[in-house]
């Protein structure tokens, strides 16, 4: 399938892109990224050591992975444009995902900030990539103020509960001319599956598949949730109806496509 | 994967069965069913001439595809032994979709009469795969009367609504010792995918793919999520939670597990 | 409001029917009763002794409610038949609310023997008031088979999640020509408000009201949630909108609806 | 009951706070203000002449009650702020609803521009109630600083879509300090119950009362299915159960609780 997911100017085949928390070790998550086919994976600056050995860092490297530095664990907009600049100078990449978080209790993202630092990042040459509520003025605003897409949530961070306002998403969607990427909240394949299916660019997720008991079968099944997600949007669904509409109304028994 | 489907006895690497109405010519079905990795389809007897040439059943043969008669069309018990009993003189099979529908608007089975005809076709020695509404106790009664596998609706046929009761549905996986195969509802990918993640051993669906825009692409679409459902299903899903649970519960700089 | 509901050729003003069942006292129970507003309770005969003194019964012909036995308890549709006529001889009605339920976990009602039973009690002269789940097929067969109601559950008896499938008992209320009446699964007042809104007649609960932490207060609360919900469904509700419309498209200050 | 609402300092006995957008006549707007027993109304001052005669003022005033101006019609916090201070001067009321809208296909509320407003308004001394999407966040950030009220949406305004995301909603109950009510989006009587189930303190709401059928029999719906939502709220709800409870659990003939 042609189909190219573009971010930021460059292409990738993979529309899921993974986080790395969770995982119960370096090789469970090795694994787990093989499966999902992602080629870029969100890492938390703040809680990296980037000269360390033995790091996620590494097992990204090896697989060929972009990495995506987040400003996970900010609380301000002071600290998130401060954290960018620290992963822009360790990792060499301008590009950030950028989270300022209101409390430990929902690790909900807080607008008025995440804005204030948006505009500064935007304005110090970052490609800037916000994580947000579903608030479709939000994200129209992070748009206008040259954000290189939005991420909307889909529910709060490991809660598992999926798409929590699928109007909403397809507010986003409508309006947005930025790629518009599902972050958070994913519990489950059909989670995914549905984010894509309502427009979404792309899907982010991390504990769904490293807290999964299996979690190199849950990055397999997501990595095809996602693919079948979008393949439904571009194919076209039917209309939902009220009543029946009987699979084949044709009624003579000479009907060559039968039943 | 080694996860393969038994159903009546035989086995099946795909867990996606087709139904054949609403293409809009043999062709795209062909290519349809193709895309769809199915290997089980059903066929509507009540409007087929298994002599003619040209017909569905030769797109199935030319495919290996095996055929699955249905009943549908018939609205009394009588009608549906008499239907199954010419579907098995015809195509050489004993198995059997039974389908006894109460109305054309709804198209909805009918319990009583679908109940007396697996009654009679088991006595009769016919493989009995019935197509009901979700009635946990009604799925279980049929089960007892001897049916191979129980066919509850997510949705009424062509409605595209998707599961609309999903406890249901979990209420007769829990309790079924025979396949429970999701039949009619399913409108879009994230529908089949859910359904298999409720515990579902399989999905019937025809126009959701037949009637969508792009019938391959949709077919193509729908083997991934069934595949993405079952994946989920047997990988342990996360719990669902009220609150948030950080991805990256470590704190210190030095965590070998990034973000 | 000159709304007047009718069942088996009786009128009430109320249209709340209670069960007994789950109350902490008879004196609570009394109080809730009366708060409820109800006009009709019912009453499970195979845990009643009609000779006894301070029963539920005491209670119910002091406040002048009427009594609906009901057949809780029973498991065929012989046992259902033989309670129908022991309810008949030691309360003097044939009025009966016919249960037959499949199992203890559940409670979930058997439809084939309440078919069954429902047949029998008919022939019998009985006025059938039959318990099933939301199946609209099973609701019509029951009515053709001359039940003087339907009442399709929201959810399973004592679960307290509502209305899980609202468009299962629309499309009952559209079919129907006796009332049909909302019973089980009912957890709190917007629950009953939405199936009166739905279009049921009635609705029937107990565990709501009884088991809540202030019995007298919810039944309070159910009181003026189904008159709600029966006035809004009379009302005539707007339509749902994927946008908004403003509530005040007049834009010139003259405007004399003001805002 | 004792149960009195206080807003700003003010006691109201009614929960239910009227808009006055989409009534065919004053005439018909005063029968259900009267119908709906509320204390308090909204009016948009930009489309409001307050010298003029017969206008929806005078009909507040007749029936006394309290008007709420707000800045429906404002697109930024300076225009906003200038509408709340001619509304001060016209009214002599330091109270406004503060609304800055994005845009006019969803009549979104902006919460950049909310928050520049609200936090200039309240420097101002007014006491400022600000319509917001459901972010919680955004809520907090209102009330710290300094709102007295938070009113998050349930759904686009007049869209009749009730209460998208009920999580969102209860997590803002669950960390106001201040009232917190439910404003736009309300359908029909179960949306408002639902609302204030979730914890809300009052419910905003206009269309969905004078774009009905018949305005004056959804306003008493409306106001009883507010006094039944608050009422359940506080009666406490039994849990939701995966599987049934009898509501009848002691079998014994002899228990004086019968069904």
Tied chains: 1, 2, 3, 4.
Excluded at 69 to 82: F, H, W
Excluded at 99 to 125: H, K, M, S
């Amino acid at each position: 399938m042609d189909d190219v997911f573009v971010l930021g100017g460059e292409k990738f085949a993979s529309r899921l892109i993974m986080g790395t928390g969770g995982a119960p070790s370096l090789e469970v998550l090795d694994q787990a990224l093989a499966a999902s086919g992602t080629e870029l994976t969100t890492v938390a600056m703040r809680r990296l050591d980037p000269a360390s050995q033995g790091s996620v860092l590494d097992v990204l490297r090896a697989r060929d992975i972009r990495v995506l530095p987040n400003t996970a664990g900010c609380y301000t907009a002071g600290e998130a444009v401060l954290t960018a600049r620290l992963a822009r100078e360790a990792l060499g990449t301008d590009w950030v995902k950028l989270e300022v978080i209101a409390d430990e209790r929902t690790l909900l993202p807080d607008p008025i900030e995440t804005f204030d630092a948006a505009e500064r990042l935007v304005a110090d040459g970052f490609t800037v990539l916000p994580y947000i509520g579903d608030d479709p003025i939000l994200a129209r605003r992070l748009e206008q103020a040259g954000c290189a897409a939005v991420m909307p949530l889909g529910a709060p961070i490991g809660s598992g509960l999926g798409v929590r306002n699928p109007h909403n998403i397809e507010l986003i969607v409508e309006s947005a001319q930025v790629p518009v990427i599902l972050d958070a909240g994913i519990g489950t394949a059909s989670d995914a599956a549905l984010a894509m299916e309502l427009g979404c660019d792309a899907v982010l997720l991390a504990t769904a598949v490293t807290r999964a008991r299996r979690p190199e079968l849950m990055a397999a099944a997501m990595r095809d949730a996602v693919g079948a997600g979008r393949r439904a949007r571009l194919a076209g669904r039917i209309p939902r109806r009220r009543y029946a509409e009987a699979s084949s109304p044709a009624r003579d028994r000479s009907d060559p496509m039968g039943g």
